[in-house]
């Protein structure tokens, strides 16, 4: 079955500055690939998610790259905001009526002012 | 629309006992799933429904019954808890086309003692 990875476990930035979480991702056939947020005592929500036949995605300071070759994807966040605060979550899964999704252990990330 | 919602909120167990907890959407949905989060260890699905009629076993579904009882509702049975079903669990829902988004509804904390 599919088995995702993701790093780091905790990241701390300063504010305005760039932050990064990588997922690899181990079975060749997923072909979907979300990114959650989930804020302190709050539910999961999608903030952007890429199809395999995409390589890049944007949409404004959030970004994801997908590497289907080596098999991992990344999240990208420019210009960070203390509302960035949040544990964020990659999957991996295929598109067949359900996803099926498998998330990654998730990545605490601080934004210092 | 009030979205996912779930019920209870919160519920503490003693070993043993049954219980069973309840998610219902108005999103119209075709797919809802059930999934648990552990501190470290990310989201993971016990069953999922990829439509009316429907269930199937996800990444941890032993110690665990669901049943899709309408298109709006899927519940989630724990016919004899352990403590290592301690956790917290959200439902979720989806609907395939032009965004695969899984809405997630606030989640239950479950406490087997």
């Known amino acids: 079955g599919e088995n995702v990875e993701q790093h780091p476990s905790t990241l701390s930035v300063q504010e305005g500055d760039s932050a990064v979480i990588k997922c690899t ?9 979300p990114w959650y947020k989930q804020e302190l005592g709050k539910r999961p929500q999608l903030i952007i998610d890429i199809r395999s036949n995409v390589g890049e995605k944007k949409d404004q300071r959030i970004a994801v790259t997908l590497n289907k070759t080596a098999k991992h994807f990344s999240l990208h966040i420019t210009e960070t905001q203390p509302e960035d605060s ?4 990659c999957a991996a899964g295929k598109i067949q009526g359900a996803q099926k999704l498998v998330f990654g252990q998730g990545t605490r990330l601080t934004i210092n002012p | 629309n009030a979205g996912v919602t779930q019920t209870p909120k919160f519920q503490v167990l003693k070993t043993g006992q049954s219980m069973t907890l309840q998610c219902a959407q108005d999103m119209n949905h075709n797919s809802m799933y059930w999934y648990r989060q552990d501190p470290g260890m990310g989201l993971r699905l ?7 009629g429907t269930t199937d076993k996800g990444e941890v579904p032993n110690g665990y019954n669901v049943s899709r009882l309408n298109k709006r509702e899927f519940s989630l049975r724990l016919e004899s808890a352990a403590p290592s079903q301690t956790s917290v669990y959200f439902c979720a829902s989806s609907e395939s086309g032009l965004s695969y988004e899984q809405y997630f509804g606030p989640g239950t904390r479950l406490t087997v003692t």
Do not use: G, L
Request: glycine share 0%.
């Open chain 1, 25 to 33: 991702y181990s079975d060749s056939a997923s072909n979907y690939f």
């Open chain 1, 86 to 89: 949040a544990v964020y979550f």
């Open chain 2, 46 to 52: 016990i069953y999922y429904s990829a439509s009316e």
